[in-house]
């Protein structure tokens, strides 16, 4: 079983929709979540980062995070044609912050 | 503000040739760095990372080495090249910020093919 496992996809929805993109992981240790935005053929980019349980509002993106359930959330409002790419989830434990655990990322496409 | 290069964009390599990638970083002193590589449609293995000069941390075995002659100089390296080789390498870099997380910055990676 991996550590993290995310939807593939792809998903492909209509401008303006609302997007959620999961992850789910089975290591309680991991403590600290972030949401990259890849597009094709380009290095990832940060683009919301939490540490702890509950929502983190950035613009039309919305982080979410349930340590409960060893689930993560990405909310992207009013989804946008410049939104599709490749998002991946990833996390750090608090003992080894440095290196992160990725998801093997959602592949999204917002149809004008 | 901080930057990361990358060189080279594409490279096109036939099997059990040598291989050189490199990476510098601008803009921040002693920052962790990072080697991962990305196959097509898939998430990013982690290759090597270091946390100062002269200090690599290899994470999978392979015919792959890392070097850091330098505080924000990456090197990744290979002897021969084998076709499994092919893919799209990254290198990131982090330093500690709130909270203690160490948020990673990619570069905008190498797209190997090994022919």
């Known amino acids: 079983q991996k550590e993290v496992e995310q939807d593939p996809g792809p998903l492909s929805v209509p401008e303006g929709a609302i997007v959620s993109l999961n992850c789910t992981y089975s290591n309680s240790a991991f403590q600290y979540f972030m949401w990259y935005r890849q597009y094709s053929r380009k290095g990832p980019e940060l683009l919301m980062y939490t540490y702890s349980s509950g929502n983190k509002e950035d613009g039309r993106f919305t982080a979410q995070v349930d340590k409960s359930s060893k689930y993560i959330s990405l909310f992207i409002r009013d989804s946008q044609p410049s939104d599709s790419a490749t998002y991946l989830c990833?996390?750090?434990?608090?003992?080894?912050?440095?290196?992160?655990?990725f998801g093997s990322g959602t592949q999204l496409t917002v149809l004008p | 503000s901080q930057t990361i290069h990358q060189w080279p964009a594409t490279l096109v390599q036939p099997v059990g040739s040598p291989l050189s990638l490199e990476c510098t970083v601008e803009g921040t002193s002693n920052p962790n760095l990072y080697w991962y590589r990305q196959a097509a449609g898939r998430g990013l293995q982690l290759l090597f990372y270091s946390v100062g000069i002269g200090q690599i941390s290899s994470e999978v075995p392979q015919n792959l080495s890392a070097s850091r002659p330098q505080d924000r100089q990456f090197i990744l390296s290979s002897k021969k090249l084998l076709l499994s080789d092919s893919g799209f390498y990254l290198c990131a870099w982090s330093v500690e910020g709130l909270a203690g997380i160490y948020e990673q910055y990619f570069g905008p990676g190498t797209r190997l093919t090994v022919t």
């Open positions: 990833a996390m750090s434990r608090l003992l080894s912050a440095r290196q992160l655990t």
